[in-house]
């Protein structure tokens, strides 16, 4: 098992940032992808960034440019940094672990085993 805790969320103007972190623990050790994905009222979640370990990284087409995934491995956590926010931003985002070892891109939910609890990110207009 691995258990993720997520923070930094928050509200936010538009144009503003934030930066996201998500801790991991447990059995950390057969992970081998980690990604954010991101969920607004009434619509489906979708990825948002993911990063193969070492350090392989994959965005959304929407966040390229904006956003940024990076991890601290010693610290085993994720960050998402988030910059030039939109209100279309505005979601939870969910923090997700990956068990599973190949060329994958890990832009699909089913790809992760285990999830954070999620943090809100709200962008004001």
């Known amino acids: 098992q691995v258990q993720l805790v997520e923070s930094g969320g928050g509200l936010v103007q538009a144009g503003g940032s934030l930066r996201l972190s998500c801790a991991a623990s447990?059995?950390?050790?057969?992970?081998?992808?980690m990604g954010w994905f991101r969920q607004a009222p009434g619509k489906e979640r979708e990825f948002v960034a993911a990063?193969?370990?070492?350090?392989?990284?994959f965005y959304a087409d929407s966040v390229k440019g904006r956003f940024t995934i990076s991890t601290d491995i010693a610290k085993k956590s994720v960050y998402l940094q988030l910059n030039s926010l939109k209100p279309e931003d505005t979601a939870v985002y969910y923090c997700?672990?990956?068990?599973?070892?190949?060329?994958?891109?890990?832009?699909?939910?089913?790809?992760?085993?285990?999830w954070g609890q999620g943090t809100q990110v709200t962008v004001s207009s």
């Open positions: 997700a672990a990956s068990g599973l070892s190949g060329s994958y891109a890990y832009t699909r939910g089913q790809e992760y085993d285990f």
């Open positions: 447990g059995r950390t050790f057969s992970t081998y992808a």
């Open positions: 990063i193969r370990w070492p350090a392989t990284t």
